[in-house]
């Protein structure tokens, strides 16, 4: 079982680079396909970025594609979001989960929402403010 915890949130002016990264010290991941998701104040949690299993799949919601960069180390058994040039939009905490592998296997749901994804870790904040 999969116990994911999500590290690199901090408090940014618009324009800074933040990176995010999401692993399980005890459990290796395996081919699980992980999703970066994040969740801003009175709105719904929403999906940022997915990676496959193999890392050669990548998946981006329309308002960070070209800012934000998912990639894995299947060594160090974490997975990261390198997000350039924050806005105050992207603001909310960030959470990493697991594709379910019974349904998805290694691959990026192909409806890429929260009820695809489970072992959700505990999140980070990431405020985005001048």
């Known amino acids: 079982q999969l116990r994911l915890v999500e590290s690199g949130g901090a408090l940014v002016q618009p324009g800074e680079t933040l990176r995010l990264c999401c692993g399980d010290?005890?459990?290796?991941?395996?081919?699980?396909?992980i999703g970066w998701f994040r969740q801003a104040p009175g709105k719904e949690r929403e999906g940022v970025s997915c990676?496959?299993?193999?890392?050669?799949?990548?998946v981006y919601t329309d308002s960070v594609k070209g800012r934000f960069t998912i990639s894995r180390d299947n060594t160090k058994k974490t997975v990261c979001l390198q997000m350039n040039s924050l806005r105050a939009e992207d603001t909310g905490v960030y959470y990493c989960?697991?594709?379910?592998?019974?349904?998805?296997?290694?691959?990026?749901?192909?409806?890429?929402?929260?009820?695809?994804?489970?072992?959700w870790g505990p999140g980070t904040q990431v405020n985005v403010s001048s």
């Open positions: 010290p005890g459990t290796p991941m395996y081919g699980y396909a």
């Open positions: 989960a697991a594709a379910v592998y019974t349904q998805h296997g290694n691959n990026c749901p192909r409806n890429f929402r929260p009820p695809e994804f489970g072992s």
């Open positions: 990676i496959s299993g193999s890392g050669d799949s990548h």
